[in-house]
């Protein structure tokens, strides 16, 4: 053919129409790979869906000798090993689910230069015997997946990754690509320097992903609302729920079966058979639903998920990036529909006083769910929020597919609202010494005479029902948002409302506090469907 004669293709092109049967490199993919080829080492951010793995397997492909992939994805590694073989590539991997023999065959065709592509488990990098069994190898590149776990500020540490910066010191020539899908400035500065990588080229693609739409709805009765969200917009559709507890998981999967949508659970207390089926259906079968704790989903590559749902709140944007990012790769319209409502914030704001780990490993946390807490409450784009949240320039200040630019949310002076509740809160704690949760507080606030505000005499306070202008879902609005903006707080067990360092600066009038009205019900769907 002349004219493809006169084209010199390079090797990784080669590599791509060859192997992978694709016509063209996407956005950065190219650059990265002859980079790498080169021998270069790259630290590569690239959103869920965006084609990372490409950016490891052609030049491992490529160069002479082995790449090896270090992965903490054990579970996945089986399929991704499957799936390269049947493209005719030699792959395989080196971790604790094989026996004794499986690993011996493995380590075999490694030595005698057989395989393309290894995968290794972390935690094999700190035995002396896997290091030495790599050294009498040839190693094409390190690829380095996940390379946010290496990361202790981020939200999935893994300490295994710390011994990952041996690579470098001990294999200085073989180049090393470091990718990941979640990384503000902070996680990008850690990765680089835990795996010591000062000299790595940076790519950083962009964040956003136009065609998933973005919305959070005011929670009410979950499970309800997710049935009218699934029937109205999703119908036969497959997706993910995500849930906090494994109990919850159950109920959802449950609840949406009896009414007539398919659905299954995953979570880590069902045994390994269960989940590996589930998983499979999922990925196989057309519009099934999966009701999961988040412990299902990483790595997981189906194309034509149509929406992703949290029926709680995620710890933090990281999280909630990497999940929703789940839909939609295939570029199609997704939806990522999150309920969310005080008892989320109670209930964070508890596991983290009561959480392991020390006070700066509290801090952390805490300042995480700040940052989703302020996803959750802005009246802005929720897109332009979160592209600026991993320090990345949002394309327009409203992006049109979020609910927050399909219906913007008003917002009111809730000064005097929020001192009614503090006051409730201080005169209980000055004039009583007691603590109470939210909805004493609410009742109180609404002079109501319920059997416990007349057992503690709570008709008695001066801020009894003086705050009879709103109703009580308004009130439990002005309480979320009160905690989000850390301007009250719970504590203990029982949740119980107390002051913080600024309740100061609103109770003297010093600041103003502008709160998001409550919509009356949750934004119109249909609003975002017809044009
Ligand atoms: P990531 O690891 O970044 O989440 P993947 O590597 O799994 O993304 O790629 C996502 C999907 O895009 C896969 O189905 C992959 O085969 C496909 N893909 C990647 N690069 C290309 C390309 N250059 N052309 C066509 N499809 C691609
Ligand atoms: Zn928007």
């Known amino acids: 053919d002349p004219v493809a004669g006169s084209v010199t293709q390079s090797d990784a092109l080669r590599t791509l129409h060859r192997v992978f049967g694709y016509d063209a490199f996407r956005g950065e993919q190219e650059g990265i790979i002859e980079h790498v080829v080169g021998g270069g080492d790259a630290v590569v951010l690239m959103p869920t869906g965006g084609g990372k793995s490409l950016c490891y397997q052609i030049p491992a492909l490529v160069r002479p000798g082995t790449g090896v992939v270090v992965s903490p994805l054990i579970a996945l590694m089986q399929d991704q090993v499957d799936a390269l073989r049947a493209l005719g590539v030699r792959a395989g991997f080196i971790n604790s689910t094989q026996d004794f023999d499986e690993r011996r065959v493995m380590e075999a065709e490694f030595l005698a230069g057989e395989l393309d592509v290894l995968y290794l488990a972390p935690e094999r990098l700190r035995l002396d015997a896997t290091l030495d069994l790599l050294s009498r190898g040839r190693i094409s590149v390190f690829a380095i997946d996940e390379a946010h776990c290496v990361a202790q500020w981020g939200h999935d540490f893994r300490p295994d990754y710390l011994a990952l910066s041996v ?3 001990r294999w200085p020539d073989v180049p090393r690509i470091a990718l990941t899908a979640t990384a503000t400035h902070a996680t990008h500065r850690e990765i680089t320097e835990r795996l010591g990588m000062p000299d790595a080229k940076h790519f950083v693609a962009s964040f956003d992903r136009p065609n ?3 919305r959070i709805v005011p929670k009410a009765e979950p499970k309800k609302q997710l049935l009218s969200f699934l029937k109205e917009e999703h119908a036969g559709d497959a997706g993910i729920v995500y849930c906090l507890s494994r109990n919850s998981v159950k109920k959802t999967a449950e609840f949406l079966c009896k009414n007539g949508i398919e659905a299954v659970p995953y979570h880590a207390g069902l045994d390994g058979g269960t989940r590996a089926r589930h998983q499979s259906r999922f990925l196989r079968e057309e519009g099934l639903v999966v009701c999961a704790t988040i412990a299902f989903g990483m790595g997981i590559d189906k194309p034509d998920v149509r929406f992703v749902a949290h029926l709680d709140l995620p710890k933090s944007v990281e999280g909630y990036y990497q999940e929703t990012g789940r839909a939609g790769r295939d570029g199609a319209p997704s939806t990522a529909w999150m309920a969310y409502g005080l008892q989320d914030v109670v209930q964070q704001r508890k596991l983290i006083q009561g959480g392991e780990g020390d006070e700066a490993f ?3 946390a805490a300042s995480h769910l700040d940052s989703m807490l302020a996803l959750c409450e802005t009246a802005e784009c929720r897109r332009a929020q979160l592209l600026t ?26 000064t005097v609202a929020a001192q009614k509740v503090l006051s409730a809160v201080v005169r209980l704690q000055r004039e009583r010494g007691q603590k109470f949760g939210t909805g004493q507080i609410i009742d109180i606030l609404l002079g109501k005479r319920t059997a416990k505000v007349i057992q503690f005499d709570h008709d ?12 009580e879902a308004e009130w439990r609005g002005v309480v ?20 913080t360092e600024t ?9 103003e506090v502008r709160l998001r009205k409550e919509p009356k019900r949750a934004p119109a769907a249909r609003a975002s469907k017809g044009e």
């Not at 008695?460 to 109703?471: D, N």
């Open 362 to 364: 509290r801090r952390r």
């Open 503 to 511: 309740s100061g600066s609103v109770l003297g009038r010093e600041r």
């Open 212 to 214: 998933i739409q973005y």
């Open 480 to 499: 979320r948002q009160l905690l989000a903006q850390g301007l009250l707080a719970v504590e203990g067990e029982y949740g119980t409302l107390v002051l």
């Open 389 to 414: 949240y991993f320090g990345q320039e949002a394309g327009a200040r409203s992006c049109g597919n979020c609910d927050t630019c399909l219906t913007p949310p008003e917002t009111w002076d809730g």
């Open 167 to 169: 690579l470098g010191q």
């Open 460 to 471: 008695q306070l001066s801020v009894f029902g003086i705050g009879e202008e709103l109703a």
